[in-house]
């Protein structure tokens, strides 16, 4: 019995290709070493096609509808996605900075900050999410396959229910869920290096069908309703002022993005340079994110004066316009490519934001067993195990709540940006990230104990209202809430600025130090210039690898190049000119 289960663990574990200089072990595989240059094709258009899929989406398009049936005005809710998502964009580049320069994710990122060990608490975080996520985005995507197929066969929207009463859906939504699950499914096999094309086929057929749909409305309205001009609707007996609904407005908008922000790094890693990170990212998230929020707007204000009711859900305006048309040809057309575009792009979002995004952190936590291709396998098929169809149909604050995890996200940024930007000062030792033997990221036995009490500090606060909210506490103290209204914040600061102060008092070994060889074969030369390490002998070599190779190649074995201290200053500037001579091996 021992043998048989010695040999399906060896069976399981990823093979490393020593033609590629890879190696597996309980801290490292493929997929998270720093990335070489090969590996780093990212430019501008791919980082805005990524991003895009982030703002080109329904949930976008439905934003100001959260904020209007809280009796805000357009005005008031404009201003609320104005600002809310110049702030995400402004904390998705910081965030991303550690990536962009040392090359490496979330998942390793954490390390230096949490500990070897410790940094498994922010990756379970992310792994729950990602797969939820995963699911609820598999449902939606579902429900716009199930106008496409509707569009093709009427006979299908009006198929019998076979499903059983406990279930709370119907076959028809099944089948659509069925299919999106299965067509998602190739696409995992594609590494993210490859993933430009897609992004700029979904990102462009989707932004084409908003503006089809806008127009088309605006043409067919001749105007925009009365939502449109909507003005200021809080009752004077209301428990809040306007002032605290738009605080809480903003504080909801950040929160639904936090998710995507605090793992940033996983894909500016793929970036070869910082400009091309920032105007993708800005923007999309900042200025098409508005658009796309004015045009959802725009459009069902229009089919306002067309159908005399408010549809602020895509799939159901769509269906809505099909049933109008008395089924004819040109409807049914129309409805089909338009939520076809949408389709695709919540399904490429879905495959890279949470389906990747969790196949990297489930590398993370184990890396003997698991790449990114495997733990999004995991991921998505975690997805009948999670049954979106109960959440959503059942579960009425599951969203709310799924939104407001940014209680516990918030001040993981704040002990992120602190600890990289201000305690370490941008720099870190890449190869203690990758062993615990005398690594200064080993702290006491594999966690930093002094994060942990930091970032609970973050959302103890907090927390409170977060729970009064889900469960329907009225009678909680206005300051329950109100704490819980600047949750993202109130986290961030409180756990930045313990975090500052607890290391102050309690010094990290290594802070501000960093490996003065690039032991990785990550870096360019002109990038090793820049950040003061000696280039790896073979970085010229490494720079022209053919895609798709790992690239790096560590100290140690065969074909050693003796460096003495004036060859390491001519390389690496004063910041190691201190250094006693090293084997640098190719």
Known sequence: MASVARRVKEAAALKADPTRHEETTTWCNRDLVPLPPSRRTWGWFNFFGAQSLGALNISTWQTPNTFLTQGLSVGQAMLIIVISRFIVSLFACIIAWCGLTWHIGFTVQNRFTWGLRGAYIPLMQRCLLNFIWTAVQCWNGGKLVNVCVTAIWPSFGKMKNTLPPSMPTTTPEMVGFIIFWVVSLPFLFVRPERYKKPFFISS???????????????????????????????????????????????????GQKVAGITNESDFSRYGHGYRGFVIGTVSVQWIVGIFVCLGGLVTTAACQLIYGKIFWNPPDLLMVIMDNGDGSSGARAGVFFLALAFAFAILFQNVCGNAVAGGIDLAGVFPRYIDIRRGAIITLVATWVIQPWQLINRAATFITVLSSFSVFLAPLLGVMIADYFFIRRQKIKLGELYRAEGSDYWFTHGFNLRVIPCWVAGWAPTIGGLVASAGGITSAPDAVFQLYYTAFFTGLAISFTTFYVVTFFFPVAGAGEFDPYDDWATFTPAEAARLGVVPHVDAEEVARTGFGASGYSKRGGGGAQVLGEKDVESVAGDNVAQVAPQTITG
């Open 204 to 254: 462009l057929g989707c932004g084409i069908a908003m503006f089809c749909m806008m127009i088309w409305s605006l043409s067919v309205a001749k105007g925009v309703g009365p939502v449109f001009y909507k003005g200021e609707a809080v009752p004077a007996s209301s428990r809040w002022s306007v002032s605290w609904l738009i605080m809480a407005g903003l504080n909801q908008a950040i």
